[in-house]
């Protein structure tokens, strides 16, 4: 925030608030300055500047891209405004005195309080999702209780100015970013319990499957995230993601011992064994021998142990960092693909759901509001936020 003096004429006079502090903080305003301009530095979603106002020519101006304003006078706000200049007071606010000589005399007929909101509609904030309470769930494959906890990360922007001033800034000088995180985060967990319950239920995932599906999960709550931030506070949500799906190491132990104890010894050293006579039959120079291993060890870690044990490894095998990545890379992502609609199963690659029509992949469309040509699946524009 800075003060620049151009004239010793007070309607000349600029003050410039460029909103570099914290979300919600109010900067004081001069009562007599000419200009306000309002800029912003890209690091809040939204500021605002409170104060008295006595110059019948003050002016608010706004000066930047991407943001709207709205200007509470005596605690009535005006509509967004984009954009602009926008004088303080009204005619019918401004008491003119023309004396015999010299120039007319104006003043405003009663001092005002004024709070302007600065809201940036460019900005992403992001935050971060947990679930405190996890989610009782019976492996299918052991029938073993465990309770599943999660986190991940999401993106948040404005999307309707009018509604997030309504429901979130009003008239709460002492906002903080971290309360609405906090409420927000209780609304995401809320909608993941839901959707992870009717995925679990409706493909029978066991524990281990449910990480194959970490991308899937995400893709489905995203757009219902977004629904839930626009309807409660005026934002969207662009970006959802989820990190990882967790359980206790003593069930994860408990699960595993039972796999180890309940899996018939002969059979298994014998599936070991072919897969060993598999891997040494590969091309090792092209990498096929550490894929397949690498997949194996992705889908049974004990049996992969077998098989390492059979061909004589003293360790694990070498490969390079290329190929590790690109195995780290298969293993997010899901086996299998399903319909976030409907949920019936569809195949990699395809733009559209057979049974429902609903596009899997983004698509190209116009927005109607600030005419950007967009790549997206969305249901709001990622350059304006607003409703396609």
């Given at each position: 925030m800075c003060f620049k003096k151009k004239t010793d004429n007070i309607a000349t006079t600029t003050?410039?608030?460029?909103?570099?502090?914290?979300?919600?903080?109010?900067?004081?305003?001069?009562?007599?300055?000419?200009k306000i301009r309002l800029e912003t530095d890209n690091k809040n979603l939204f500021y605002r500047a409170y104060g008295l106002i006595k110059n019948p020519d003050t002016k608010f101006i706004l000066s930047a891209p991407g943001c709207e304003m709205m200007i509470i006078k005596d605690g009535v706000s005006s509509e967004p405004l984009a954009n602009g200049s926008y004088p303080a007071f009204k005619e019918d606010e401004i008491e003119v005195k023309k004396p015999f000589f010299g120039k007319e005399k104006k003043k405003v007929k009663e001092d005002t309080m004024f709070?302007?909101?600065?809201?940036?509609?460019?900005?992403?904030y992001e935050g971060f999702w947990g679930i405190p309470n996890p989610i009782p769930?019976?492996?299918?494959?052991?029938?073993?209780?465990?309770?599943?906890?999660?986190?991940?990360?999401?993106?948040?922007?404005?999307?309707?100015?009018?509604k997030f001033f309504e429901r979130v800034v009003g008239s709460n000088r002492d906002f903080k970013m971290e309360d609405l995180l906090e409420r927000i985060n209780d609304h995401v967990v809320h909608i993941l319990k839901e959707k992870?319950?009717?995925?679990?239920?409706?493909?029978?995932?066991?524990?281990?499957?449910?990480?194959?599906?970490?991308?899937?999960?995400?893709?489905?709550?995203?757009?219902?995230?977004?629904?839930?931030?626009?309807?409660?506070?005026?934002?969207?949500?662009?970006?959802?993601?989820?990190?990882?799906?967790?359980?206790?190491d003593e069930q994860r132990l408990e699960i595993e011992t039972f796999l180890k104890n309940n899996r018939d010894e002969k059979k298994f050293k014998?599936?070991?064994?072919?897969?060993?006579?598999?891997?040494?039959?590969?091309?090792?120079?092209?990498?096929?021998?550490?894929?397949?291993?690498?997949?194996?060890?992705r889908e049974d870690e004990s049996?992969?142990?077998?098989?390492?044990?059979?061909?004589?490894?003293?360790?694990?095998?070498?490969?390079?960092?290329?190929?590790?990545?690109?195995?780290?890379?298969?293993k997010e992502a899901p086996v299998k693909r399903y319909c976030p609609?409907?949920?019936?199963?569809?195949?990699?690659?395809?733009?559209?759901?057979?049974?429902?029509?609903?596009?899997l992949a983004p698509v190209e469309r116009k927005c109607p509001h600030c005419g950007k040509t967009v790549k997206t699946k969305g249901k709001y524009c990622p350059h304006c936020g607003k409703e396609f």
């Open positions: 003050f410039v608030v460029n909103g570099d502090h914290e979300d919600g903080k109010i900067t004081n305003l001069p009562s007599n300055v000419g709070d302007v909101v600065v809201f940036n509609q460019n900005l992403s769930f019976r492996d299918p494959e052991t029938a073993i209780p465990v309770d599943i906890r999660g986190r991940g990360k999401y993106d948040i922007r404005i999307a309707n100015v009018q992870l319950t009717q995925v679990i239920h409706e493909h029978h995932l066991g524990y281990i499957d449910l990480s194959l599906h970490e991308a899937e999960v995400a893709e489905a709550i995203q757009p219902l995230v977004s629904e839930m931030l626009n309807e409660q506070y005026g934002l969207y949500c662009p970006i959802f993601s989820v990190e990882q799906f967790f359980i206790d014998a599936d070991a064994k072919e897969l060993a006579i598999e891997a040494e039959r590969l091309d090792d120079k092209n990498w096929e021998r550490t894929k397949f291993l690498i997949g194996l060890r049996k992969y142990l077998e098989v390492i044990k059979i061909l004589g490894y003293p360790h694990e095998p070498m490969y390079s960092a290329g190929a590790k990545k690109a195995a780290e890379k298969e609609k409907c949920g019936a199963e569809v195949i990699r690659g395809e733009p559209y759901c057979p049974s429902c029509g609903e596009p």
